[in-house]
């Protein structure tokens, strides 16, 4: 059985099921990205209400970083090839994200809970997720 097949066997409802996860973590990941036509915005989920231009301009690229990986996370959920290396990507990232921020407590509690807590969580699933995938994908091959 191909790689590919072998990443595509769910069951309907598990693919269904999955597909509204994905898209769910996808959509709200791309959020950051308002950051580029409301400034306002990196008060609520950074704790930076009158950023210099360089932070502006870092956490506005930020956002569009956000905007491609939310992007990657939605098409996994409907062209399934790619679902290993959007999970793997979220993860690498977002535990990056975490590890630089919270262990510095003078930028941690400027931090959003919700984001925190949200980056977790989609660390957890997608973690998961891509475990299953390339444990499935070891089988295919060795089938």
């Known amino acids: 059985m191909p790689l590919e097949g072998a990443l595509m066997m769910l069951s309907s409802r598990s693919e269904t099921g999955l597909r509204a996860v994905l898209v769910l973590l996808g959509a709200i990941t ?30 506005q690229h930020r956002g569009m970083l956000q905007l491609l990986l939310g992007a990657a996370i939605v098409w996994s959920a409907f062209y399934p090839p790619v679902r290993l290396a959007a999970a793997l990507a979220a993860v690498v990232g977002k535990s990056t994200f975490l590890a630089l921020i919270l262990p ?25 997720l891509a475990a299953r995938l390339i444990v499935r994908g070891r089988h295919a091959t060795a089938s």
Do not use: E, K
């Open 30 to 59: 791309t959020l950051p990205v308002v950051a580029l036509v409301h400034v306002g915005i990196l008060d609520w989920n950074y704790g930076v209400a009158d950023p210099d231009p360089m932070t502006q301009a870092l956490l």
């Open 104 to 128: 510095n407590a003078a930028i941690r509690g400027d931090l959003s809970p919700l984001s925190i807590w949200f980056d977790l969580a989609c660390i957890v699933v997608l973690g998961v």
